[in-house]
């Protein structure tokens, strides 16, 4: 999958793919204007390696069960220095997926590659990865990307028929080995099959979403509002050919996959027949207002301001201040974009009016909306930010305007390219010189970063 991805990244400069303006919207829309970037302070500093984002590609993002993905990756092959991939849910066989798919994409085997996880955020690791091998002079050019295959997860066998099946391959004698075939029950023949839960608390991340609503008193009719706003500027944004990124691909056997498939605009009243996913019967959060499980790839090409040049690139963004938080995985499992965004915005020394683009990640409706409240709560930052006044919320106009994970999907380890990737292209569609990118991720983990345009 992710070594058919890497071919999309082109030896010769890659240009954007040029589409309609949205027209004007309100809390479904926003009005996005191709003007210059405005006249602001660079974020460039004396001495310090000018990183950029030269291009990034992802597969069509597919509700897992459907139409199955294979990736195509590839670049010159004495062009890159490193790749770093991020995946979630490991394949046996395939642990370090980066050496593979760089292998498979026919890389030398002299390219070092290497595999993260950080589970939601595991691809904004492989990027940052990317950023401080250059930024220490190790490389100039690294592919990093995140990739998850959710149709085909590994499925173990019980801890049980584990231990037997590893106790019969120790076994000396056919007496042993008869004792221990034997003494198979029934019971030991059930599979475990993943889960998205902590095992901290042992709490699936949807539970902890319709907990984390009700805390900030996010209503369900919130959550389906903001899920139906997710799918309508997704559908308005792949319609009018935003979504450049995506690549089209033929998988053996089937049609050309060339769109994401999970993005379905309904209406509110269909929303409102859905029961609750996880909390029965008095829970907020639904199939709807969630992230879907999602098959996907993505990868991008960061390299020094000096290299992209000189090979003739026209870079799209640099990749500025960033930073990673975590806090408790059992009630502040997913507000790591409220206790980040702060953060980063005064390690780049911006303050949120600064920030012309915002893509977060949108695991749940009711996440949302709930950081977006805990973001304009004095009382929250005052307890549990150590902060005097609140962060402040993003203005929804400035918001995931080209719909987000509710709607486009969310393959756990490829979300993070998309969000840096959607920044880079909506600063060059809208003249915008600063987009933040902000996610959770399990654990109670959270990961923001700043993106500056670059100059056209």
Same mark, same amino acid.
Not at 329 to 344: C, F, I, N, R
């Given at each position: 999958?992710?070594?058919?991805?890497?071919?999309?990244?082109?030896?010769?400069?890659?240009?954007?793919?040029?589409?309609?303006?949205?027209?004007? &919207?309100?809390?479904?829309?926003? *009005?996005?204007?191709?003007?210059?970037?405005?006249?602001?302070?660079?974020?460039?500093?004396?001495?310090?390696? =000018?990183?950029?984002?030269?291009?990034?590609?992802?597969?069509?993002?597919?509700?897992?069960?459907?139409?199955?993905?294979? $990736?195509?990756?590839?670049?010159?092959? !004495?062009?890159?220095?490193?790749?770093?991939?991020?995946?979630?849910?490991?394949?046996?066989?395939?642990?370090?997926?980066?050496? *593979?798919?760089?292998?498979?994409?026919?890389? #030398? !085997?002299?390219?070092?590659?290497?595999?993260?996880? @950080?589970?939601? %955020?595991? #691809? =904004?690791?492989?990027?940052?990865?990317?950023?401080?091998?250059?930024?220490?002079?190790?490389?100039?050019?690294?592919?990093?990307?995140?990739?998850?295959? @959710?149709?085909?997860?590994?499925?173990?066998?019980?801890?049980? &028929?584990?231990?037997?099946?590893?106790?019969? =391959?120790?076994?000396?004698?056919?007496?042993?080995?008869?004792?221990?075939?034997?003494?198979?029950?029934?019971?030991?023949?059930?599979?475990?099959?993943? +889960?998205? +839960?902590?095992?901290?608390? +042992?709490?699936? &991340?949807?539970?902890?979403? !319709?907990?984390? +609503?009700?805390?900030?008193?996010?209503?369900?009719? *919130?959550? !389906?509002?903001? /899920?139906?706003?997710?799918?309508?500027?997704?559908?308005?944004?792949?319609?009018?050919?935003?979504?450049?990124?995506?690549?089209?691909?033929?998988?053996?056997?089937?049609?050309?996959?060339?769109?994401? $498939?999970?993005?379905?605009?309904?209406?509110?009243?269909?929303?409102?027949?859905?029961?609750?996913?996880?909390?029965?019967?008095?829970?907020?959060?639904?199939?709807?207002?969630?992230?879907?499980?999602?098959?996907?790839?993505?990868?991008?090409?960061?390299?020094?301001?000096?290299?992209?040049?000189?090979?003739?690139?026209?870079?799209?963004?640099?990749?500025?201040?960033?930073?990673?938080?975590?806090?408790?995985?059992?009630?502040?499992?997913?507000?790591?974009?409220?206790?980040?965004?702060?953060?980063?915005?005064?390690?780049?020394?911006?303050?949120? =009016?600064?920030?012309?683009?915002?893509?977060?990640?949108?695991?749940?409706?009711?996440?949302?909306?709930?950081?977006?409240?805990? @973001?304009?709560?004095?009382?929250?930052?005052?307890?549990?930010?150590?902060?005097?006044?609140?962060?402040?919320?993003?203005?929804?106009?400035?918001?995931?305007?080209?719909?987000?994970?509710?709607?486009?999907?969310?393959?756990?380890?490829?979300?993070?390219?998309?969000?840096?990737?959607?920044?880079?292209?909506?600063?060059?569609? *809208?003249?915008?010189?600063?987009?933040?990118?902000?996610?959770?991720?399990?654990?109670?983990?959270?990961? /923001? &970063?700043? %993106?500056?345009?670059?100059?056209?």
């Amino acid at each position: 999958m992710a070594s058919m991805l890497l071919t999309s990244l082109r030896s010769s400069p890659l240009t954007s793919v040029q589409a309609a303006q949205f027209g004007r &919207m309100s809390w479904v829309s926003a *009005e996005l204007t191709n003007t210059s970037p405005k006249s602001k302070k660079t974020l460039a500093k004396p001495g310090v390696k =000018n990183i950029v984002l030269v291009d990034g590609v992802r597969t069509p993002f597919l509700q897992s069960g459907t139409t199955g993905l294979l $990736n195509r990756t590839g670049l010159p092959k !004495d062009a890159v220095d490193y790749i770093v991939y991020g995946t979630v849910i490991q394949e046996v066989k395939t642990s370090n997926v980066a050496r *593979e798919a760089a292998l498979g994409a026919g890389f #030398s !085997d002299k390219t070092p590659a290497h595999t993260v996880t @950080m589970a939601c %955020i595991s #691809s =904004n690791q492989a990027m940052t990865t990317a950023v401080g091998l250059i930024a220490a002079g190790q490389c100039d050019a690294v592919v990093a990307g995140g990739v998850e295959f @959710m149709s085909d997860v590994p499925i173990r066998h019980s801890r049980k &028929m584990r231990k037997t099946m590893l106790s019969l =391959n120790k076994a000396k004698t056919l007496g042993a080995r008869l004792s221990l075939l034997g003494s198979i029950r029934l019971a030991h023949l059930s599979p475990e099959l993943p +889960a998205v +839960a902590e095992f901290s608390t +042992a709490e699936t &991340m949807g539970h902890s979403a !319709d907990r984390l +609503a009700a805390a900030f008193g996010v209503s369900r009719l *919130e959550q !389906d509002e903001f /899920a139906l706003r997710s799918h309508t500027l997704a559908k308005k944004a792949q319609d009018g050919g935003m979504l450049s990124d995506v690549i089209s691909f033929k998988v053996p056997g089937r049609d050309i996959v060339s769109k994401d $498939n999970g993005i379905r605009p309904a209406t509110m009243e269909q929303l409102a027949k859905l029961k609750p996913a996880f909390i029965k019967p008095h829970g907020t959060v639904t199939a709807a207002n969630s992230s879907f499980l999602t098959d996907g790839a993505s990868a991008v090409l960061i390299m020094s301001e000096e290299k992209a040049l000189a090979m003739g690139y026209k870079p799209k963004a640099y990749l500025r201040d960033f930073v990673y938080v975590s806090q408790d995985p059992k009630d502040q499992l997913l507000l790591g974009p409220t206790y980040a965004t702060p953060k980063v915005l005064e390690k780049s020394g911006l303050t949120l =009016n600064d920030i012309d683009v915002f893509e977060f990640h949108e695991a749940f409706a009711g996440q949302i909306m709930a950081n977006l409240k805990a @973001m304009e709560s004095d009382w929250f930052a005052q307890t549990y930010m150590g902060r005097k006044t609140k962060v402040g919320a993003p203005p929804m106009e400035k918001f995931n305007t080209w719909g987000g994970s509710l709607s486009l999907g969310h393959p756990f380890a490829a979300t993070g390219c998309r969000l840096v990737t959607t920044v880079a292209h909506r600063l060059q569609k *809208e003249g915008g010189q600063y987009g933040l990118v902000a996610a959770c991720a399990a654990g109670g983990q959270g990961h /923001a &970063m700043v %993106i500056e345009a670059y100059p056209q």
